[in-house]
C-alpha cells in the first residue's frame, strides 16, 4: 500500500526542526568522542543519554526492532551497522545515523566521521557525498521533482568516479520515521513527484567509493559493499517552504567540534518566519 505525502504547516515544520536540532546537538555531543579506542556501543550510549536529557526519546530505537539509538557504519558499511563492543582504529570512517522524537515528530539525520587520519581517497569521499547532499537540498524547489534531487547526487558523485546505492533511498519524514515520497539518490530531472509546499524530506546520498552493489550481513542489519570498497552517508531533514528549501538540521555543532569550516550553504540558513 503506497503511503500518500503528508505535508506540514508552518507550525508543524518548527517542531520538526526542533526534533531535527535534537539530533544536529547529539551528533556534536558525539564528535567529540569519536576517535581511536572508542567502541560504538559507547557511542551509542553516549546518544542515548544525551537524547533523553534533552527531553526527546531516540527514534530508532525499538522501531523495526532496533536495538540501538544510533546506526553506526564502518568502512564497507553503508548504513544500518549495529553498535558494538569493538574499539574504533584509526583510518577508519564512520557513519552516525541517529533519530529522535519530540512532540511527536521525527528527526533523522546522519554524518560520516573520519576516525584519526583516514586517507586521502577516504576524505575526497566524504568530501564529494557531503557536497553532493547540499546539490540536492538546493533542487527542492516548486517547479522541480524528486528526481530533480535524485539526478543531483547521482551526476555529481559519478561525475567524481563514486556510485550511488540503488536499494536504500531517502524519504518524507514527520510523525512517523519514514512517510512518503522515496527519495532515491539516482535518477532523471524532471520525473517523480512534482515538489509541493509543506513537504518535509530526509535526503540522505548513500555513495560508494567502488561499485554500487551492496549486500546484507548475517546481523540482519549491516549493509555492506559487495567489493568491499568505503562507503559514506550524509542525511540532512529539509523542508520546502515558501517555494525554496528549508534545511531542518545542520552540521554546525559537528563542525565547529572538529575545527572545520561550517558547509551550511548561505541560502541554507534563513530563518523559517
Ligand atoms: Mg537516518
Ligand atoms: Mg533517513
Redesign the pocket.
Known sequence: MAKSIVLKTAEEILLMRESARIVSRTLGELARHVRPGVTTNYLDQLAETYIRDLGAVPG?KGLYGCPSTI?TSIDDAV?HGLPNDKPLEEGMIVSI???AVLNGYHG???YTFAVGEISPEKAHLLEVTKRSLYLAIEQMRIGNRIGDISYAVQSYCEAHGFSIVREFVGHGLGRELHEAPEVPNYGRKGHGKALQNGMTL?I?PMVNMGKKEVRILADKWTVVTKDGQPSA?F?HDVALWEGKPLVLSTFDFVEDVLGIPRSTPEWASKELV
Open positions: 530508532f546506526l548504513i545515523d541517529c533519530g533523522d539525520h546522519a530526509a540522505e552517508h542525511e
